[in-house]
């Protein structure tokens, strides 16, 4: 069964520019959530989707978007990069029940100069 | 706000000692409970869940986790540290009365001295 892929594994881009990371969750999977992870502020949730529908967003500027399409491939945005965005931005999956757990991506690290 | 907490930034163990990763979080509904485990430049790895069926949770690579409700508290255990072991550990929960996102740890990084 192939896992969370996340592409690509590296960028780097200037401050200023936009970016698009996307994620293939698990087949069956229909939730896809997106984390941002940085040294200094730990893991944050940045959105959820289930079925196409954004269901949670985490506290983040508008800067920052997200969509899901009907095969569950979610794609997130990222506008007007700032120095600070350089991160591992790391997408999970999961099944119907969330008691069954995320499966994480390998992650895809930005480095915005 | 639902939180949690791990107790240690940084845990330094020799090859062979017992592993000890602290993990508490706040209490307002029933929360699963679960313990990732991630290797520099990786993403999470899961290593076990607490789903309220058994208090002690068994998970891979020989580590358990027991959930104490009285406590509040989901401490990750292994009686004998390997170098494979090192990584960086993330106690996670979320609660199931509703569609909530994860809540993460800070994380308590592993170091195994041979």
């Known amino acids: 069964k192939a896992g969370v892929t996340q592409t690509p594994r590296y960028l780097i881009k200037t401050r200023g520019q936009q970016v698009t990371l996307s994620c293939s969750p698990i087949s069956g999977h229909r939730s896809v959530s997106w984390y941002q992870q940085t040294p200094g502020q730990g893991l944050q949730f940045l959105f959820e989707y289930f079925s196409e529908t954004q269901r949670n967003k985490g506290n983040f500027p508008g800067r920052f978007s997200g969509r899901q399409f009907s095969n569950s491939r979610s794609e997130m945005n990222v506008s007007t990069l700032e120095l600070g965005d350089s991160a591992l931005y790391l997408c999970?999956?999961?099944?119907?029940?969330?008691?069954?757990?995320?499966?994480f991506g390998s992650g895809t690290r930005l480095t915005v100069v | 706000a639902q939180s949690v907490t791990q107790l240690d930034s940084h845990v330094s163990v020799s090859e062979g000692t017992p592993v000890l990763l602290r993990c508490n979080y706040s209490?307002?509904?029933?929360?699963?409970l679960f313990w990732y485990v991630q290797h520099p430049n990786k993403g999470l790895q899961l290593l076990l869940k607490y789903t309220s069926a058994a208090t002690l949770v068994k998970g891979i690579n020989g580590f358990e986790a027991e959930f104490k409700k009285s406590e509040t508290s989901f401490h990750l255990t292994k009686p004998s540290a390997h170098m494979s072991d090192a990584a960086e550990y993330f106690c996670?929960?979320?609660?199931?009365?509703?569609?909530?996102?994860?809540?993460f740890g800070k994380g308590t990084r592993l170091s195994v001295i041979a």
């Open positions: 996670v929960v979320v609660w199931v009365s509703g569609n909530t996102p994860l809540v």
């Open positions: 209490s307002s509904y029933s929360p699963s």
């Open positions: 999970a999956s999961r099944p119907e029940q969330v008691l069954d757990g995320y499966t």
